[in-house]
């Protein structure tokens, strides 16, 4: 089936560097997703993306977190300064129609030491 | 403010019992419903997806829902539970348009024992 691919599986990095987290979504796909998995359960809604543009972010996508997708290339995640708290499980998702089902990536495990 | 609960954060049965994971959102309208299962360090995949209409959906697997309007609920079950089962299953709703959120409840860790 269509596949979601995040590039890298697992990032390690010092505290306050920055980090540019990887989603090559379905090729067709209009809509794409950020959400964060903490302690491998709780799914948490990070952003959503359309047309360009933020569509709706939740009270987790700090100041320091961006998204863009240049040109159709990757959607990317960016946080600088990276905090101890971002340690996490990232996923990335893309969906044809918003509110169709979601396609999910195997997710980043980003540590920040 | 939307929502869903799922109140089991662990369910262990056994191998060939009925299965049931529970299911309560809180949304505005009638929200798109959805199970989605994630197996062992991978992405969510999805089970099934309820919209409108027939109030029991079939799924993959055997998985199967239930919508209720008016317990604000959507119970995922199986029949015969399998080992291969065992997974954590999160329940998710989401609006009417296309730009809206979807939210999903805390997931359920199910456990298969043989």
């Known amino acids: 089936g269509p596949k979601v691919l995040q590039i890298p599986s697992h990032q390690i990095i010092d505290m306050g560097q920055m980090v540019t987290l990887n989603c090559d979504p379905v090729?067709?796909?209009?809509?794409f997703y950020w959400y964060k998995q903490i302690l491998g359960q709780q799914m948490e809604f990070l952003v959503n993306?359309?047309?360009?543009?933020?569509?709706?972010k939740s009270k987790l996508f700090k100041d320091q977190f961006s998204v863009e997708r240049p040109d159709g290339s990757y959607f990317t995640l960016k946080i600088q300064p990276t905090a101890l708290e971002d340690s996490a499980v990232y996923f990335c998702?893309?969906?044809?129609?918003?509110?169709?089902?979601?396609?999910f990536g195997h997710g980043t495990k980003l540590s920040v030491l | 403010a939307q929502s869903v609960t799922q109140p089991d954060a662990r369910v262990t049965v056994s191998e060939g019992a009925s299965l049931q994971l529970r299911c309560k959102y809180s949304?505005?309208?009638?929200?798109?419903l959805f199970w989605y299962v994630q197996y062992q360090r991978q992405g969510l995949q999805l089970l099934l997806k309820?919209?409108?209409?027939?109030?029991v959906v079939q799924g993959v697997n055997g998985f199967e829902a239930e919508f209720s309007k008016s317990d604000s609920s959507f119970h995922l079950r199986k029949a015969s539970v399998h080992w291969s089962d065992s997974a954590v299953y999160f329940c998710?709703?989401?609006?009417?348009?296309?730009?809206?959120?979807?939210?999903f409840g805390t997931g359920t860790r199910l456990q298969v024992s043989p």
């Open positions: 949304y505005s309208g009638t929200p798109y």
């Open positions: 998710a709703a989401g609006g009417s348009s296309n730009t809206d959120k979807v939210v």
């Open positions: 993306f359309y047309n360009g543009k933020v569509m709706e």
């Open positions: 090729s067709n796909h209009l809509y």
């Open positions: 998702a893309s969906s044809p129609q918003g509110n169709e089902r979601l396609f």
């Open positions: 309820y919209y409108s209409g027939d109030p």
